[in-house]
């Protein structure tokens, strides 16, 4: 139960490291704007077209009498408005790194060696192209994975008092645990280290994971919000990181970014 509490220091401590660096912090912002205003726009034109697609899907109620049509429609529309709600809060963060992969690259680089003994962080190496092919291509096969344990609460959320109560429960931590798998794959892939090999080590620690990653899937549901934490997130995540691999962490090590522009500023002056 202590991981509980540490997972949910590391999403404070990636908050307020973001807090102290401005600047990492504005840049974090832009691809999480751009994925709100597509998902946005997503899910206004559901709103607007979705009992259209229900009617035409469902030819078959058209000589029913009225009113099980309408409400088994209505039904089907909440239902499919339910669902692409769902995926959208599994599908923001991985959408949302993969548009901002340079962004969130670089914050995590600057986390890692914040915190770092020896100043250092690990580097993948890799083309920008090839880190966004694994990216898009590890997220797509958790996404899978997401939508499978999707379907099977969908299913359960049927069973009478189970579906009510334990299903969305447990539906909070699934998504906690996929929004952390994503998250931490931005420090874990530049160390090379693989989907199955960081499932493994998040299954490992799972009280960890949900307490990073619960509160931010319950924090995501609330407009805008998801967009003002994904670079606390993301810091907060490189921490864990860390942690997961066994690698020190040193404390205190959240120096001032506009400290840092001083110092570089005076060492080019004339």
Known sequence: MRDLGVGFGYLLRGQRWVARHGRS?????LPGLVTLVLYAAALVALGVYGEDFVTWATPFADDWSSPWDGLFRGFLTAVLFALALLLAVLTFTAVTLLIGQPFYESLSEKVDRDVSPDGTAPES?????????????????????????????????????IGQTVVPVLGFFVTGFFLTEE?????????????????????SRKALVWGFGTPLGLSFLVPFVAVFLMPGAVAGATLMARDLLGEEIREGGDADEDSEEASEEQSTAP
């Not at 912090?25 to 912002?29: D, H, K, R, W």
């Not at 291509?137 to 959320?157: E, I, M, Q, T």
């Open 25 to 29: 912090f504005g840049f974090g912002l």
């Open 125 to 161: 190496g890799l083309p920008l192209w090839r880190e966004l092919w694994i990216s898009a291509r590890d997220s797509l096969r958790v996404l899978v994975r997401a939508l499978v344990w999707a379907v099977l609460l969908f299913a359960l959320g049927f069973v009478p008092f």
């Open 183 to 203: 998250l931490v794959a931005v420090a874990l892939q530049r160390r090379d280290v693989d989907l199955r090999t960081r499932l493994t080590l998040l299954r």
